[in-house]
Nanobody, 127 residues
Framework: QVQLVESGGGLVQPGGSLRLSCATSGVTLDYYAIGWFRQAPGKEREGLSCISSFDNSTYYADSVKGRFTISRDNSKNMVYLQMNSLKPEDTATYYC????????????????????WGQGTQVTVSS
């Protein structure tokens, strides 16, 4: 059974940093792309970043490009999202998800393309 558990969220001041972690189990991470999404109250789930299984190619939404960095450690079944220069508008619940189509060799910005999801971790950016 595939399980994903996000951690690392919390309260941070504007301009601060957080590193989110996504612990996976029940999967061979080498064959999955992993995406990070967020959802704020009253808003749709937004695709932020993804890292593929094929040469670790990455995707970033314009809203986070240059501030967020995704990485993976398949040996530890972990995926990370380093978030710098955080803004109040980054406040949301953050989720990781698996994408197993074509052996995880591609990324996609839409949540509907992803298969399994974690329960999320809350990030609040406020002074």
């Amino acid at each position: 059974q595939v399980q994903l558990v996000e951690s690392g969220g919390g309260l941070v001041q504007p301009g601060g940093s957080l590193r989110l972690s996504c612990a996976t189990s029940g999967v061979t991470l080498d064959y999955y792309a992993i995406g990070w999404f967020r959802q704020a109250p009253g808003k749709e789930r937004e695709g932020l970043s993804c890292i593929s299984s094929f040469d670790n190619s990455t995707y970033y939404a314009d809203s986070v490009k240059g501030r967020f960095t995704i990485s993976r450690d398949n040996s530890k079944n972990m995926v990370y999202l380093q978030m710098n220069s955080l803004k109040p508008e980054d406040t949301a619940t953050y989720y990781c998800a698996t994408l197993k189509g074509l052996g995880g060799s591609y990324c996609h910005p839409l949540a509907s393309e992803y298969d399994d999801w974690g329960q999320g971790t809350q990030v609040t950016v406020s002074s």
